[in-house]
Every structure is written in C-alpha cells, then in structure tokens.
C-alpha cells in the first residue's frame, strides 16, 4: 500500500473552516497559481487554431495539431498520476508550469518568426500535452491537502472561479490579441503565464511526501502503483459510469467545438467574435461557481450529470443558428451546466476517495475522461467535409444528450449523497 502524504493532518485542521478556504495560506497561493495559469492559457486554444488556419486553411490539419496533443496528454496521464502520489505536488506544479511556459515559448516564437510548420506544431503539441498530463492530477488531487475537508465544496467553487474568471479576462485579450497582432503574440502570453505560475506553485511549502512502500517495507514499483489505482477507480461503479459518460460527450463537445467553432467562425461572424463566444462560456462557468457556492444539493453528483445534457445546447447552437447573440446565450449556459457538475465531481471524488490515491484516481478519470477526444478531434472535420458542418454538429449534440441519459440511468449516480464520505476517508481526516 501506499504511505499518505501526512494524511489529513498536512491539511489545516477542522477548526480552521470557520475562516473559509481564503484562511488558509496554502490555499490562497494555489488560487493565485491557478488563475494566473489560466489567464495565459485561455488563449492559446483560440491563437493556435488560427495560426494552424493561416498557415493552411484546413480543418483537418487543425484537427491533427490539436489532437496529437490530447493523445500525448492521455498516453502519460497515468504517469503523471503515480508522480503526483510520490512527489510532494507543489513540486511537481512548478516543474510542469516552467516546461510548458518553455514549450508555449517555442510554439510563440516559431509562428511569430513564420518558420511554423505542421509538423513541428504537432511535435511541440506533443510535448506540451505531456507536460500537462503531469500537472492536471497533481492540481486536482492538492486541494484536500489545504483546506479541511469541511471545505472541499467551498474551495474548490473558488478555484473553479478563479479559473474562470482568467479565462475571461484571457480568453477576451487573447481574441482581441489575436486579431490585431498575430497569434503568435498570443501564445507568447501563454508562456508567461505559466512561468508566472511556477514561481506561484513554489510558495506552497507543503510538507514533504513520503516515500510509496510496499507490504515487505521495501519501495513500490510504477505498476504497483498504477494496480493500486485502479483498484481505487473500479470498486466505485459510479465512478467509472460517471467517466465513460464523459467519453463519449468530450469526443463530442470538444471536437465540435474546438474544430469546427473555428471553422465556422470563419466563414460567417468573424475570429474577433469567436472569441466573445468562448468568453460566454467562461463566463457560464463563473456564474456556475457563485451557483454552487450557495447551492449545496444533497444529491449533487446525480445533478451535475443530468446537467450535462445542457451542453448540447451550444453545439446544436453552432450548426443550426450560428449568430452571435444566440452562440454567447447557450455557450454561456453550457458553462453553468459543466461548472456545477466539475464542482460535484470533485466534492465527490475528494470526499470518497482515500488521499493518498487521490491523484492516481484523477488520472484514470482523466484518461477515460479524454481518450476519445482525440479521435472526435480528428474525425469531425472529415465528417464535416462528407456531410457538412451542419449535419455533424447536429450529431454530436445528439450524442451528448443520449451519453448523458445512460449515465443518469445508473442507481449509483442517481443515489450518491454528496455528504457521506467513504469509511476509508473520514479514517483519515480523523487521523
């Protein structure tokens, strides 16, 4: 088995949740690492989708440059998993936030220069997908490490405004950066941002993590590890409905958007107000942070599911009636849908699953969670070029709506109660 990171004892005490997450030292400079790494990456999406689209003018070649990095984020986010269970995770959010500040910088430089071409945006794609592979569940997994537990919900609506309000403010800039000087400026904001957050992520000082041991006393091996993990993901059925569900949906959502938003963009109300539209939904996801905030469903997780249905909306939207007031109302709708449900998610996953394989846990939600979006990345702008723009979106709104039905479907979603936490975790926060 593997050894806790202090258990709940590196985290404040129970006490300390008077005060609220903003207390606690150790939270407030994650919030500040968070958001100033979301500022800059807010707008590397839209800058390298039209630095791909100057550069070729195909959907495809998009589709390939995008996804190369989604295939490397999933080939080594389980990886990144075990690093984060057997390294102290502030550590290992400052080391990735300088590699991928240094791999956007390249990426920067070679379009601002013109000397991009698609395949070495691919191999740069490759790497920075790689990066974040290692830092997603290390971020995931240190929220419980500090606040107490009887925050988790709180803490994680603030980290999630946070990060929403910087995809605002960068999401905004960045189209506005974009259409004015280049997207090769745009990523060059990328990059600082994540160095800024690096020298954030070090101010932590969390207490040092011990060493994974085996039952002989001896150190564990990777696929120890990575055993133990999902043991820890598949006993939970409702865990691993929740991630297949989203499977299908991100596949779905995110190669219609990320693909063919662009596209579409292009060809009727312009890049600058493509811009405002995924703002819209950033701002959803802002309003959707206040929401959870407040309100506190004593089924959370069987909401946020149902909710996802919502996000069909958006995709429908763009195919069927791509005029900008109507795109900003449902992408913003979208985001309230899919911020309520990650806050539940995250309350669910924290308050269930044993600390010490939080992060590992959060890998293997984020590999099932992911592993189609590479090829909805890839087959979306074919389908578009055989059956048109139109049709395909339609189809992945439709997908959203009956993957989010069989979720919903399944008694352990339906029936989780977001304030009774496993034995195996309410033993350690008394520990």
């Not at 309000?165 to 905004?172: E, M």
Request: glycine share 10%.
């Amino acid at each position: 088995m593997t050894g806790d990171r202090g258990g709940a004892s590196s985290a404040p005490g129970t006490a300390g949740a008077r005060g609220g997450p903003l207390a606690h030292r150790a939270f407030r400079w994650l919030l500040a690492a968070r958001t100033t790494s979301i500022l800059g990456n807010s707008v590397a999406p839209i800058a390298l989708a039209f630095a791909v689209l100057d550069l070729t003018g195909s959907a495809a070649d998009l589709g390939l440059v995008v996804a190369a990095r989604s295939i490397a984020n999933v080939a080594v986010l389980l990886l990144g998993g075990v690093i984060a269970d057997r390294l102290p995770r502030d550590v290992v959010l400052v080391g990735a936030s300088l590699a991928a500040a240094a791999t956007q910088a390249v990426v920067a430089a070679l379009v601002i220069t013109g000397a991009a071409t698609i395949p070495l945006l691919v191999v740069l794609s490759v790497l920075n997908g790689a990066v974040a592979a290692v830092s997603l569940p290390a971020a995931a997994a240190l929220v419980p490490e500090t606040v107490p537990p009887a925050l988790l919900r709180p803490a994680n609506a603030l980290l999630r405004l946070g990060l929403s309000t910087g995809g605002i403010l960068g999401a905004s800039a960045g189209a506005g950066l974009v259409a004015v000087v280049g997207p090769g400026w745009g990523l060059a904001v990328d990059a600082a941002g994540f160095a800024v957050a690096g020298a954030l992520f070090a101010r932590l000082r969390l207490p040092a993590a011990a060493r994974p041991v085996s039952e002989g006393g001896g150190p564990t091996t990777v696929l120890a590890d990575l055993r133990e993990g999902w043991h820890e993901f598949t006993r939970r059925s409702w865990v691993w409905i929740v991630v297949a569900q989203f499977a299908v949906l991100n596949a779905a959502f995110v190669g219609a958007t990320t693909v063919l938003g662009p596209v579409v963009a292009d060809e009727s109300f312009g890049r600058a107000a493509w811009g405002l539209v995924v703002a819209a939904q950033t701002v959803g996801l802002a309003v959707g942070a206040l929401v959870a905030l407040r309100w506190r469903p004593r089924r959370a997780l069987a909401v946020g599911v149902g909710l996802m249905a919502v996000t069909a909306v958006p995709v429908a939207t763009l195919g069927l009636a791509p005029a900008l007031p109507v795109l900003v109302a449902a992408f913003l709708l979208g985001g309230v849908a899919l911020e309520i449900f990650a806050i539940s998610w995250d309350q669910s996953l924290q308050t269930r699953i044993p600390r010490e394989a939080l992060a590992r846990v959060y890998s293997y939600d984020m590999v099932g969670s992911f592993v189609a979006i590479p090829l909805g990345e890839i087959l979306v702008g074919p389908a578009a070029h055989v059956f048109g723009a139109r049709s395909t979106l339609v189809a992945c709104a439709l997908v959203i709506v009956l993957a989010t039905a069989a979720a919903l479907s399944a008694p352990s979603v339906r029936r989780l109660r977001a304030d009774v936490p496993d034995a195996a975790v309410r033993e350690a926060s008394a520990g």
